[in-house]
Nanobody
Framework: VQLQASGGGLVQAGGSLRLSCAAS????????VGWFRQAPGKEREFVAA????????YYADSVKGRFAISRDNAKNTVYLQMDSLKPEDTAVYYC???????????????????WGQGTLVTVSS
């Protein structure tokens, strides 16, 4: 599975962006697609994830209520709607996917076998 992340850019604090993660093949059954982010000098951290079959979602506490993950299985695409952006949201955002992740590992980057190339989100104050 190849993933293509897009939608990053420069936005002022309080603004919105929508990221897209397009898969090269059907991911609508049994896949988990996650968004992670990595700021300079920091480790990659979990942001949100979705089970593409059920639509069940997971969020990091830091983005709950501001970000929303969704999927369009017909387009093999997962979206991350980011609202009320803060300067601390600045990072390169990556999407990952895997079909064999267990519940307890959804927030763990090493549990994902497939990754997109990353898209930069910069939030100015």
């Amino acid at each position: 599975v190849q993933l293509q992340a897009s939608g990053g850019g420069l936005v002022q604090a309080g603004g919105s962006l929508r990221l897209s993660c397009a898969a090269s093949e059907r991911t609508s059954s049994r896949f988990v697609v996650g968004w992670f982010r990595q700021a300079p000098g920091k480790e990659r951290e979990f942001v949100a994830a979705i089970k593409t079959s059920s639509g069940h979602t997971y969020y990091a506490d830091s983005v709950k209520g501001r970000f929303a993950i969704s999927r369009d299985n017909a387009k093999n695409t997962v979206y991350l709607q980011m609202d009320s952006l803060k300067p601390e949201d600045t990072a390169v955002y990556y999407c990952g996917a895997d079909s064999r992740i267990i519940q307890s590992s959804i927030r763990t980057p090493s549990a994902y076998d497939y990754w997109g190339q990353g898209t930069l989100v910069t939030v100015s104050s």
